[in-house]
């Protein structure tokens, strides 16, 4: 399974973006979903976290409100629609596969995911 990122860019605070995360070589189906981030000298943080099996998803705080995920099995792709961007969302955005785990704020810690993208960058700037 290979990930891949798109839909980063500069934005200006309180604008929006939607990132997408496409996978390859293998269905997304199976797999829950993991939203993460990074900012410029900043550990990796979750984002938010989505099942592989019904449509539960999982929000980090700062996300609640203002970030939604989905995911598209057919089209073997997930999504990120941020909104109301703050310049502290600046970050590096990246996508990760998990096949097994035991609950969604579990998969958000990062331990267990098989596959990581390459990143988008968000620059929320004026």
């Known amino acids: 399974l290979q990930l891949t990122e798109s839909g980063g860019g500069l934005v200006q605070p309180g604008g929006s973006l939607k990132l997408s995360c496409t996978a390859s070589?293998?269905?997304?189906?199976?797999?829950?979903i993991g939203w993460f981030r990074q900012a410029p000298g900043k550990e990796r943080e979750a984002v938010s976290c989505?099942?592989?099996?019904?449509?539960?998803?999982y929000y980090v705080d700062f996300a609640k409100g203002r970030f939604t995920s989905a995911r598209n099995n057919a089209e073997n792709t997930a999504y990120l629609q941020m909104n109301s961007l703050k310049p502290e969302d600046t970050a590096v955005y990246y996508c990760?596969?998990?096949?097994?785990?035991?609950?969604?704020?579990?998969?958000?810690?990062?331990?267990?995911?098989?596959?990581w993208g390459k990143g988008t960058l968000v620059t929320v700037s004026s």
């Open positions: 989505i099942s592989s099996h019904d449509d539960s998803i």
């Open positions: 990760a596969a998990v096949l097994a785990y035991t609950s969604l704020e579990k998969m958000c810690l990062g331990a267990h995911v098989n596959t």
């Open positions: 070589g293998s269905p997304l189906q199976y797999y829950g």
